[in-house]
């Protein structure tokens, strides 16, 4: 018996641009993680590609809003990005707790979302 036909792959041009223009709507001061830009984009499962899209991505596009499904930073193993996407959110006005985490059930968007940004 012949193992079944591994899935065609994600055409890449297709699925970052979608995940672009999700991470370009999340307004200041809010924040969406990598799964729920994944699920936004239409390409449930695949939170690990917002992950690599964001790498490559232009400076110019909000890739700091995206965050963990805990709230937090992931680590980038690159000296400062961490660093700086925090403090990139607490200019926004983003508060992080004791361990180092949004709270996402304050601070998290959806992109169906009509409500101005959330004030701590």
Same mark, same amino acid.
């Given at each position: 018996?012949?193992? %079944?036909?591994? /899935?065609?792959?994600?055409?890449? #041009? &297709?699925?970052? &641009?979608?995940? &672009?223009?999700? =991470?370009?709507?999340? %307004? ?8 729920? =830009? ?5 390409? %449930? #499962? #695949?939170?690990? !590609? ?7 991505? %232009?400076? &110019?596009?909000?890739?700091?809003? =995206?965050? +963990? #499904? ?8 690159? +000296? ?9 959110? @607490? *200019? @926004? ?9 949004? +709270? !996402? ?7 169906? *979302?009509?409500? /101005? /940004?959330?004030?701590?």
């Amino acid at each position: 018996m012949k193992p %079944p036909a591994a /899935p065609s792959p994600l055409p890449q #041009h &297709a699925l970052y &641009a979608a995940i &672009a223009t999700v =991470v370009a709507g999340i %307004p200041p001061g809010r924040v969406m993680s990598y799964g729920a =830009v994944a699920r936004a984009a239409g390409f %449930p #499962h #695949h939170a690990r !590609m917002v992950a690599r899209a964001l790498a490559q991505s %232009p400076q &110019a596009l909000p890739w700091f809003r =995206v965050v +963990n #499904h805990q709230g937090g930073i992931s680590p980038r193993g690159l +000296n400062g990005e961490d660093d700086l996407q925090r403090l990139l959110l @607490e *200019e @926004e006005g983003l508060e992080f707790d004791a361990r180092g985490r949004i +709270n !996402m059930a304050r601070s998290s968007w959806q992109p169906d *979302e009509q409500t /101005p /940004p959330r004030r701590a």
